[in-house]
């Protein structure tokens, strides 16, 4: 039977009706970015990196499938009037000051705004520092060469065996994904959407090795 592509994000294998069975694919539920965080909704996990967020291993396994997930549309929270601040309460609204909150200079608040801005910056480096840590893939090791493993290259996801890899026996990106202003694409083939689930349909465009053990 003729073999297609897995739909499920973070799976990506192919496979035919005839050999798919209960647990041979491994998926997340949806995405969701906010404050440039990445973070996956089934298992929490996050990072701010895209690609590294693309390489934590999915939580969930079932059957591979051809239907798309339904992903929620992002939701835009109606802004709320801001009143005129007086004198008295601009050091007391720092933290309740949009411009401030972004990191944005605010002549209200002056230093108080880069200070507020130097904290976030910080707080966000040692978070993503954290991220690196936790998503980082372990260390190649040598495995039997009749071993299934599972290619971790972008945009591949397939099962093999050593004895049958080659130098062009997968398909990937080798990247890097390019997430910006709405945006989502791979610099490799210079092709970009506006929905995640079209991302990560968009075709590999380059040949080589599968790996298991991709390096960070």
Not at 47 to 56: G, K, P, T, V, Y
Not at 73 to 87: F, G, R
Not at 120 to 144: C, F, G, R, T
Request: net charge neutral; glycine share 6%; proline share 8%.
């Amino acid at each position: 039977m003729e073999k297609v592509r897995c739909q499920r994000i973070g799976c990506n294998a192919m496979f035919s009706e005839d050999d798919n069975p209960d647990g041979s694919c491994t998926y997340h539920d949806a995405p969701i970015f906010h404050d440039g965080i990445k973070e996956w909704s089934c298992c929490k996990k996050r990072s701010h990196d895209f690609s590294l967020f693309l390489e934590i291993p999915g939580c969930k396994t079932g059957k591979h499938t051809t239907e798309k997930p339904v992903l929620p549309k992002a939701s835009t929270a109606p802004k709320q009037p801001v009143s005129a601040p007086t004198p008295t309460a601009n050091l007391s609204s720092k933290d309740t000051c949009p411009r401030c909150r972004q990191g944005f200079f605010c002549s209200d608040h002056g230093s108080l705004a880069k200070e507020l801005n130097s904290k976030s910056a910080i707080s966000a480096s040692s978070e993503s520092n954290q991220d690196l840590q936790e998503s980082k893939p372990p260390q190649a090791k040598i495995v039997d060469i009749n071993q299934l493993q599972i290619c971790k290259n972008m945009g591949c996801g397939k099962s093999f065996k050593e004895k049958d890899n080659h130098d062009t026996a997968c398909s990937y990106h080798p990247g890097p994904p390019v997430f910006h202003d709405r945006m989502r694409g791979w610099k490799c083939c210079d092709i970009h959407v506006k929905e995640f689930d079209e991302f990560m349909s968009i075709p590999p465009c380059t040949k080589g090795w599968h790996n298991a053990d991709p390096v960070s």
